[in-house]
Structures are given as structure tokens and as C-alpha cells.
């Protein structure tokens, strides 16, 4: 995985992992991650989509859209950073927050 080869190569470490294969998460498991955080950074290829959980309030669909894939799961990687959810891999998004 991209992401792993990036935390790996950058000296960095997950302290909390789940196994998507073994372990799915649904709509509302992700809507309960995205209500915990601040902020959440989704991204699928270049595209980068950031919501702030607080001040924008935005509605259950929307943050659906950039949390959940095809397969009605969350999207991988999916990485939880202080108050920060980030959902997806983007080297610039990793670069920008983790290093």
C-alpha cells in the first residue's frame, strides 16, 4: 500500500490500525469517526476535499460521499491524526501533515 510505503519511508508510525479486510466499516461507523474529529482531508487521486466538522457543520450525505468507496465501506487508508481524520492517500496531503 502507498501509504504504508510512505509512513514506512518517512520514519513514521500508525499507533491505531485496522485490517479492512477483516474488519468493515459501514456508513454509520464512518459518520461516528467523521463526528469525532475537527477536520477531515478526503482524497481520491489529486483531488483533495477538506471539511471542517465544526464550523461548516456539513450534513451526514455529504460527508458520506468523501468517506465512503464503491464497496459501501470506508475508503483505505483511513488514518486518524490528533483531531484529523484523513481518508484516502495523497503523497502531498502526507507530506504537508505528517512530516
Known sequence: MRAQEFLAKNEM?????????????????AFEMAQAVSKV???????VVTINMKKDLPDREFILKHLIGPSGNLRAPTMRRGKT????????VFTENFG
Open 41 to 47: 482531508i478526503a482524497t481520491r487521486g489529486k483531488k
Open 85 to 92: 481524520l484523513f481518508v484516502g492517500f495523497n503523497d502531498q
Open 13 to 29: 508510525s500508525v499507533k491505531v490500525q485496522a485490517n479492512s479486510n477483516k474488519e468493515k466499516y459501514g456508513a454509520d461507523a
